[in-house]
């Protein structure tokens, strides 16, 4: 299966909702990173994870997909 198939396929419920939370996590980290004032170094690390992580959370739940009824 391909990336494009993959993507397009349909994803369990459990990931839909682990999906969401991570555009969520994402979206708290890019907010913070965003911030017009001057946060401490180690606040806008956190938010710098927190992207990241959200956005990798994201991306593996999009492509985690049902297993194929009969292939082996």
Do not use: C, H, W
């Amino acid at each position: 299966m391909n990336i494009i198939k993959r993507a397009k396929a349909p994803t369990p419920k459990f990931f839909k909702v682990l999906r969401n939370i991570g555009l969520v996590i994402a979206t708290v980290g890019g907010t913070i990173l965003a911030t017009p004032v001057t946060l401490p170094v180690v606040i806008t690390t956190i938010g710098g994870y927190l992207a990241v992580v959200g956005g990798v959370v994201s991306a593996v739940s999009q492509l985690t997909t049902e297993k194929d009824g009969g292939t082996n």
